[in-house]
């Protein structure tokens, strides 16, 4: 069953500009991920972040997680062109499924 | 890339078509994952296999039937399909399984049927 769902559905933004998604939830979890998808590939994993942290980041990227909120938030800074994707949030819990939203279409315009 | 291949890329079969869609991962991860991407939909995990046992049999039609030989290769075996079957099918792979371990994806078969 869906278990996150990422907003907004698309975002365009100029290269250069910051990029915010937001990803909700409705049952606990103990992980969320965000995972990136080109046109037509395969998902690429980009960030884990547990249940019990807060922020995390990773070279451009900024995760946070809100557990009180069962939101999470997903911030590229000074997108580049290379950025235009899908980026979906997917939800773990004790048991070994991941839940994945239907995404987030990114395009960054040159 | 990312360690896991799909042949074919693209494949369009007719409804009484028999199809196999192959899964190969070169990481050496112990649990691999079948998932069905249709347009604006979230992922559909579709089978899971651990250690080549299936764990998880998702509600899928008896149509799909997949097959874990060994550890390394995941295959898909397609037969009577219907046209709502179209869609990405895309194979994943990661070190055990848990939801804590980052799923490793193949670029997916693109599948049509017509």
């Known amino acids: 069953s869906q278990q996150g769902e990422e907003d907004p559905q698309a975002l365009s933004i100029q290269e250069g500009e910051n990029a915010t998604m937001n990803c909700s939830y409705k049952?606990?979890?103990?992980?969320l991920q965000w995972y990136r998808q080109n046109s037509g590939r395969g998902l690429v994993h980009l960030i884990l972040?547990?249940?019990?942290?807060r922020e995390k980041h990773s070279g451009r990227l900024r995760v946070t997680l809100d557990t009180s909120k069962k939101s999470s938030s997903l911030l590229i800074t000074a997108s580049r062109a290379a950025d235009t994707a899908s980026y979906f949030c997917a939800t773990g819990s004790n048991d070994y499924k991941l839940s994945f939203g239907a995404g987030t279409t990114v395009t960054v315009r040159a | 890339e990312t360690g896991v291949t799909q042949t074919p890329r693209h494949l369009v079969m007719g409804m009484t078509n028999k199809k196999s869609l192959k899964c190969e991962q070169h990481l050496g991860h112990n649990a691999m994952y079948w998932y069905k991407q249709s347009a604006k939909k979230p992922l559909e995990l579709m089978f899971v296999?651990?250690?080549?046992?299936?764990?998880e049999n998702n509600s899928v039609p008896s149509r799909f039937s997949p097959e874990c030989p060994n550890s390394s290769h995941l295959f898909l075996h397609l037969h009577t399909l219907q046209p709502e079957d179209s869609a990405l099918y895309l194979c994943?792979?990661?070190?055990?399984?848990?939801?804590?371990?980052?799923?490793?994806f193949g670029p997916g078969t693109r599948l049509t049927v017509t």
């Open positions: 994943a792979s990661s070190q055990d399984l848990g939801s804590l371990y980052e799923q490793y």
């Open positions: 049952t606990s979890i103990n992980n």
């Open positions: 296999y651990s250690l080549e046992e299936r764990v």
């Open positions: 972040i547990r249940s019990n942290e």
